[in-house]
């Protein structure tokens, strides 16, 4: 069944250790992204939603003081039958990533065709720079930027926050990749902003059935985006099925304060239920099989 | 917009070293005693003496003596030297290449040697490359330039004889002057041994002279290194999985060079400083040993000439960094266009 899944996570397990002793920071967790389906990961702050995506990435191996367990399989590969070598070559290609602030995440002192050309050339190492010229016009117009040649000849410091967000939506897009990991894009752009790129990205993914885990503390910016939820408490799913099924049906008493605290935070803000009730620690709620 | 930028930096240079011939001309005039005395010797009769500060217009008023001397300058004329009798053009273009030699080379080892140690040690954040950097790199900054040279001359000298004691060329080797640089003379002549031994002489006083300038340039590079790793567009190389060597290279490297080369250059100019007492350690004939000879002296027109020269070294040498970091940099290079 794993075999036709575009990410599956099994009982996925993260602590980082220091010269304090170790810290758990992922318990045990499940996720599953079919082709195509976009997915939402969504939870306070510190609840791991960031570290996941790493691990599935593998930057977050690479770290000595990263101790992981349980399965990520891409594509109906394991991670753990594969060299690093050989998940790094996924990256960039088969799997893509959009960062939080677009304007610190692109390289200053190149100019954007030259992040473009080095991203192609993850895909197609001895692309030639009219093709990839020409690839860049073509998918700079699919995120409706309308003099891509005057962009690609800039500097990130010379576009605007919404500008650096599309070529960012762009780049993860320009290899076609399977799954597109996006952690809180565009929080640090203003409200309306944030909002049109998301509609942007939404309809490139759709278009290209690319698969997709967005990340979010904001159960508002989810809804618009996401088919499928996982709300995520301290390392632990807590909550998960249908976007639809979940706004009409929250269950989990972390979901309901999440879903409150939703006219607070339609901004950047970051939810603030910290004040930690025993019933946040009642089981996982799975809409799906409710449903089935 | 490099040649603006360096147009316009060539201006200002003009006016601070306009600045600095008036203010050392001044000082030059008010330490006491009486420089034509001083340069005729005690025998010298006193109509004698008063020719002379005739000569060196001494009798005229200071604002006047200043014009002469300005319009002197002009003409690339700094006057004679009372103490060496000869112009001091003269002198400075034979002793300015001895420290120029030895100060770019000096520039030369904080460049290859700071920036490499601070990478490596940004590296291995916390490994033993680090730790051993760190204490290396915490010694050179920790004693000035001089003791640097009483150090490297008792060990490597001295005690173990690997390298020359004095002078800037083995004394059975003679090489005509051309440019007064020793090492391009030699080359010049095609007198492959008389190089090898001017570098031979050269490399330890140069050595001593950079090794603070190296161990700041690697304390720099390290911290600037770690900081431009922990910065989203470097996660974001290597979420694309760029490799990491590309990333060292062209991700983390070229952000991180930009303080540096900045203090490297403001370190140059220490260098010219330091310069003296290592000249004197090394008995080398440079031009930092020839200012405090002259000074000592009360020779006038040596002092304003080797400070004027002194300062346009140091502000040309600033010019240049600027002009490198101004090519790294996209973002100086584009708010100068928009200027
Ligand atoms: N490299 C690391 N070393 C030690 N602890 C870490 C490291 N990275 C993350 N953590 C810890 O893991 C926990 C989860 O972090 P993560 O970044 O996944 O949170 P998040 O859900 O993405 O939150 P945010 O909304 O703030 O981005 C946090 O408590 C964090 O302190
Ligand atoms: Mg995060």
Redesign the pocket.
């Known amino acids: 069944m794993t075999q036709d899944l575009t990410l599956s996570i099994r009982n996925l397990t993260l602590s ?1 250790t220091n010269w304090e002793g170790s810290t758990q ?1 992922l318990h045990g967790i499940d996720l599953d992204i079919r082709p195509g389906e976009r997915v939402a990961l969504v ?1 306070e ?7 996941t995506a790493r691990i599935v990435l593998g930057t977050l191996q690479e ?1 000595a ?1 990263a101790t992981i367990a349980g399965e990520v399989i891409v594509e109906g590969r394991r991670m753990q039958d594969m060299t690093p070598a050989e998940w790094r070559s996924l990256r960039g290609t088969d799997i893509s990533m959009i960062f939080q602030d677009p304007t610190v995440a692109l390289n200053p002192v190149y100019r954007i065709s030259r992040q473009f050309h080095e991203v192609l050339r993850r895909s197609q190492p001895s692309i030639k720079r009219r093709e990839a010229e020409e690839r860049c016009v073509a998918i700079l117009a699919d995120v409706s930027i309308g003099d891509p040649a005057r962009v690609l000849e800039s500097y990130p410091f010379q576009l605007s926050g919404g500008m650096n967000q599309r070529v960012m939506i762009a780049m993860a897009l320009i290899n076609e990749p399977r799954l597109l990991l996006a952690d ?1 894009p565009g929080t640090a752009l203003d409200v309306t902003v944030q909002a049109q790129t998301l509609h942007l990205m939404r309809e490139l993914v759709e278009r290209r059935g690319t698969s997709v885990l967005f990340i979010s ?1 904001n159960l508002g910016v989810v809804r618009e985006f996401a088919d499928r939820l996982y709300v995520i408490y301290k390392g632990r799913i807590v909550e998960r099925g249908p976007t639809k099924a979940i706004f009409e049906n929250p269950r989990h008493p972390y979901t309901r304060a999440l879903l409150a605290a939703i006219p607070r935070l339609t901004g950047s803000g970051i939810p603030d239920i910290d004040e930690v009730s025993e019933a946040y620690h009642e089981p996982l709620v799975d809409h799906e099989n409710i449903a089935a | 917009m490099i040649v603006s930028r360096v147009a316009r930096r060539l201006g200002s240079t003009m006016l601070v070293l306009l600045g600095v011939s008036l203010l050392i001309f001044l000082i030059a005039r008010v330490i006491p005693g009486d420089p034509a005395r001083i340069a005729l010797g005690p025998r010298a009769t006193e109509e004698q003496v008063i020719q002379m500060r005739e000569v060196l217009h001494l009798d005229q008023p200071v604002i006047i003596q200043y014009g002469h001397f300005l319009t002197e300058l002009m003409q690339g004329d700094l006057g004679i030297s009372l103490y060496t009798n000869r112009p001091v053009m003269t002198d400075i273009a034979q002793f300015l290449p001895a420290t120029l030699e030895l100060v770019l080379l000096a520039g030369f080892f904080m460049v290859a040697l700071g920036l490499p140690l601070g990478v490596l040690a940004a590296r291995y954040r916390g490994g033993w490359p680090d730790n051993l950097i760190r204490v290396i790199t915490l010694l050179t900054v920790s004693a000035p330039a001089f003791v640097w040279a009483v150090v490297l001359l008792l060990m490597l000298s001295y005690f173990l004889p690997l390298f020359p004691i004095a002078g800037r060329i083995h004394e059975t080797i003679s090489i005509p002057t051309v440019t007064g640089f020793m090492v391009i003379d030699t080359l010049l002549a095609g007198h492959w041994r008389g190089f090898v031994s001017a570098l031979h002489h050269l490399f330890l006083p140069a050595f001593a002279l950079s090794l603070s300038g190296v161990g700041q340039a690697a304390r720099l590079t390290r911290s600037n290194m770690i900081e431009t790793y922990d910065s989203p567009y470097i996660e974001m190389a290597q979420s694309y999985g760029f490799p990491e060597r590309r990333i060292a290279r062209s991700y983390a490297l070229k952000p991180s060079l930009i303080p540096s080369l900045t203090i490297i250059g403001l370190d140059f100019a220490a260098l010219l400083g330091n310069a003296f007492l290592v000249e004197n350690i090394f008995a080398w004939p440079g031009i930092s040993r020839y200012g405090v000879g002259v000074i000592l002296q009360k020779d006038l027109n040596a002092i304003v000439g080797t400070v004027m020269i002194i300062s346009a070294t140091f502000l040309i040498a600033n010019i240049i960094v600027d002009v490198l970091v101004t090519l790294i940099n996209p973002r100086i290079r584009y708010a100068e266009r928009s200027r």
Not at chain 1, 45 to 51: A, D, E, M, Q
């Open positions: 980082f920071v939870g702050s510190g609840s791991g939603k960031s570290v770290l003081s809180e503390h």
